[in-house]
């Protein structure tokens, strides 16, 4: 089993579990419900190891931790009669599969592009032919994703502190310079420095759209 936990996706349910004790008691059988974990493995079929939720997984600083405690959200889930999901991106997310290699992934137990980029050796294998492919694809888009979200992130920074000169000027929209001075700040956020010497605005606004392109 490969160690990385973007593989491992856990689905916590009740089963029926006999009491030989109470069972020789009472002559019948006399069942209790018991709360578990099945540990999914992405890309293995046939290793699903269940363990009881609330025996213990590892000791951690001494401290023993549950198999609930060591997926709370997912537990938690569960308890809620919520639908247990992989924590991740979903397949359906990802625009280079069809819907046919979504269903042969999940049946694999892929269910993010997280896990799938995350895949390796046998159990990359048994993804087929394609599986190589599919995993760097995956790669690409988790990396174009987080990509985008810095530059989007830097683009509400750059609004918001318009309208916080806005504010500051009594009026609803930034004066010229105001924006000017927004865009050094931002290229100096990116560069560690000021632009030298008095930019026009629209020089500024390539300098910082060339800046972000490149980041």
Known sequence: MQNNEALVVPFFKTMANEDPNAS??????IFNDLEIVEIRIAGDRNYAPV????????????????????WPEAY????????????????????????????????????????????????????????????NQATAYLAKAVSS????????????LKAELAAMRGTTEPEHDDEKEALKVQIATLTGQRPRGNPSTETLREMLS??????
Do not use: C, I
């Open 51 to 70: 363990f009881p939720a609330h025996s213990m997984w590892q000791r951690v600083d001494g401290n023993p931790v549950t198999y609930a405690e060591r």
């Open 76 to 135: 938690a889930r569960f308890k809620a009669g919520q639908e247990q999901v992989a924590a991740g991106t979903p397949l359906s997310e990802l625009p280079f599969l069809s819907e046919a290699k979504r269903a042969e992934l999940r049946a694999l137990k892929v269910y993010t592009a997280e896990a799938l980029a995350s895949m390796d050796g046998k159990n990359l294998k048994a993804l087929g032919d394609t599986g190589r492919e599919m995993k």
């Open 210 to 215: 060339d800046l972000q392109v490149t980041a």
């Open 149 to 160: 979200a810095g530059t989007v992130a830097l683009a509400a920074e750059v609004e918001a």
């Open 24 to 29: 020789k008691e009472q002559g019948r059988p």
